[in-house]
């Protein structure tokens, strides 16, 4: 017999409300033999903490007000007195250098592809305030976790157009050896883990490394990861969600919703309000931005990375922004949305455009100053492109390497045969391309 039959039981039977236990008369009406249902009276299921009812009532996504967007600047570039970082002259000049630099660069880079010289390649047109604005309000010794569309971050910390290109070119100056596909950057020395192509994988991995952090004595240093909203639709971002909440890991997951996955637009992505609703649900503090707005993305991400650091908790943190440019080279957006839509985000809501009438107002821009970096980037990268496409590749042996610290034998295996192939059929192979 459960308890609570027993406890109705003694109550009915000898009305004698003394014989229950003192823990369980204020849950019970020793009269009527009903249970209280006040909201005084809390549940004390282990699963949940939550006051009874009674009536047996739906709670709805529109019982809730949508989680609000923390913004600094308007499109026009005039700030909120009381948000205003007052960051100085230099460091906003950065800031927009830093975001020009990525958008120049990503313009010649995506034609090189469109012309076959690089296999594939991805813009980050729009989101330029995300990952600029997040990096600054980093320390180096962040541990950064990227999806793909976060070289900002890269140009931010001083990896430089050279390494951007050969890694794209995967030659053998490319940092991973020519075994990644374009655009999957890393770095040790700026602690860039370095990007792999299936979704959300970053995640736990994100998620467990801050909880080795966690661990050290004195630890100073916090994980981001980024993600995309339709990442986040993988069972790697739940299973990244829950671990970061339960064990208490001081990790940032940085969800850039740019209203696309592909093709999919986010209204058929999820049902709810967006990827930040879910911190809540999750245990997760949750903050949202215009990620449009560098100094929202800036002043955001320095409160979450404080209080990461002084509760050893996660944070959720949704920067709302537009993908202005195609998913990736693979892609025609236009097939999805309409060129007016688009223009809309690449003029008066785009991330530049903002920060450049903030900087006119300040009296901190010089157009002929800006247009003379302008012209120098190009030609940066239009004259690393020359140099990166003609550095030779690694040495296509290398493609067994790198993985086992002792090549087992069913590799060692497989390369005796692929020389002996190579060697037999030398002019179906351009080895003079390659290292030696």
């Not at 940092?175 to 883990?193: A, E, T």
């Not at 236009?334 to 003029?347: D, H, K």
């Not at 903030?358 to 990268?381: L, P, T």
Request: neutral net charge; proline residues 6%; contains cysteine.
């Amino acid at each position: 017999m459960s308890a609570l039959r027993q406890i109705h039981k003694i109550l009915k039977c000898s009305n004698v409300a003394a014989k229950v236990p003192r823990s369980v008369v204020p849950i019970f009406n020793a009269k009527r033999c009903v249970a209280n249902v006040s909201a005084d009276h809390p549940s004390m299921f282990p699963g949940a903490k939550a006051p009874f009812v009674a009536e047996p009532n739906f709670t709805l996504p529109s019982d809730y007000s949508p989680i609000p967007i923390y913004r600094v600047m308007d499109a026009e570039g005039v700030v909120n007195p009381s948000q205003d970082p007052n960051l100085d002259r230099d460091y906003v000049t950065k800031m927009f250098r830093d975001m020009v630099l990525l958008n120049t660069m990503d313009k010649i880079l995506y034609e090189s592809q469109r012309q076959g010289r690089i296999s594939f390649y991805m813009t980050n047109f729009g989101e330029e305030a995300s990952h600029i604005g997040s990096a600054a309000a980093l320390e180096n010794r962040d541990w950064i976790y990227g999806q793909y569309r976060e070289a900002g971050v890269l140009v931010w910390r001083g990896f430089k157009i050279e390494q951007f290109i050969d890694q794209c070119y995967g030659n053998a100056a490319d940092i991973g050896r020519g075994k990644q596909m374009p655009v999957h950057y890393g770095s040790k020395d700026l602690n860039f883990v370095t990007i792999s192509s299936p979704l959300s994988t970053q995640m736990p991995q994100a998620v467990g490394a801050a909880y080795a952090m966690k661990r050290r004595p004195n630890n100073d240093s916090v994980v981001v990861c980024y993600f995309g909203e339709g990442a986040a639709s993988e069972g790697d971002a739940h299973a990244a969600f829950n671990f970061a909440a339960t064990l208490n890991c001081p990790v940032i997951l940085f969800c850039r919703n740019n209203g696309f996955a592909i093709s999919t637009p986010s209204y058929e992505q999820y049902g709810g309000d967006g990827i930040a609703a879910r911190g809540p649900a999750y245990g997760i503090a949750t903050i949202r931005v215009d990620g449009t707005d560098v100094f929202a993305v800036y002043n955001a991400m320095k409160k979450a990375r404080e209080y990461v650091l002084r509760e050893n908790k996660p944070v959720v943190f949704e920067a709302m922004a537009y993908r202005v440019g195609h998913h990736s080279t693979s892609d025609d957006s236009t097939a999805y949305r309409s060129a007016e839509e688009i223009e809309i985000w690449n003029t008066t809501e785009h991330p530049i455009s903002k920060l450049k009438n903030y900087m006119i107002k300040k009296g901190w821009f010089n157009e002929e100053e800006e247009s003379a970096f302008v012209k120098d980037v190009r030609k940066q990268v239009l004259k690393q492109i020359s140099v990166s496409e003609k550095k030779l590749k690694p040495n296509w042996r290398e493609m067994f390497e790198g993985v086992y610290d002792e090549m087992p034998q069913h590799l060692k295996e497989q390369l005796e045969e692929l020389e002996k192939h190579v060697k037999d059929h030398p002019d179906h192979y351009p080895l003079k391309n390659f290292q030696a």
